[in-house]
């Protein structure tokens, strides 16, 4: 149903007149020029177009606009803050974590709520948290050792 839809997008309110069932992914991508969010296997089992809606990790493709009403999203273009990159990003960064990106906005996004909700992981919780996101590079290891390096560099702190 076509209807103004208001959400906050990366600390700013956004309202959009436009098909409440359309999906945020491509919402995101077409309507706010937002292309961090990737189109991957658009079934919700790459992790590749995951945002972060009302403070949890959700797969932007599989997620209606309808269900993004009222609440807060944060896309990979906000997780940095005040000019300085996310810890996340400066590990991915250090451990070269990323090879040719496509998965790396939907790596961070999930690595950083995971983080926020286990602040201390094993390296056996990290690699099964992000066997949840595919990697076509096969960047896996340096991903996780990038996740390890930030959550210590964080130490507890979200
Ligand atoms: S594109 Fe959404 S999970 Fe793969
Ligand atoms: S770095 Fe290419 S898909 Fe992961």
Not at 78 to 105: K, M, S, W
Not at 135 to 155: D, L, P, T, Y
Request: charged fraction near 20%; hydrophobic fraction near 40%; glycine fraction near 12%.
């Amino acid at each position: 149903m076509k209807r103004a839809i208001t959400f906050g997008l990366n600390g700013q309110p956004v309202t959009l007149d436009t098909d409440d069932d359309r999906t945020l992914l491509w919402v995101l991508r077409t309507d706010l020029a937002l292309t961090g969010a990737k189109y991957g296997c658009g079934e919700g089992l790459c992790g590749a177009c995951i945002a972060i809606v009302g403070g949890k990790a959700v797969r932007s493709c599989k997620t209606a606009l309808k269900h993004v009403e009222g609440k807060e999203v944060v896309t990979i273009e906000g997780l940095a803050r005040n000019g300085e990159l996310h810890p996340l990003q400066q590990a991915f960064i250090d451990h070269g974590a990323v090879q040719c990106g496509y998965c790396t906005p939907g790596m961070l996004l999930s690595a950083a709520v995971f983080l926020r909700d286990t602040p201390r992981p094993s390296r056996d919780a990290i690699v099964a948290h992000m066997e949840r996101n595919l990697c076509r590079c096969g960047a896996q290891q340096r991903i996780v050792e990038a996740i390890e390096s930030a959550a210590r560099q964080m130490g507890g702190q979200s």
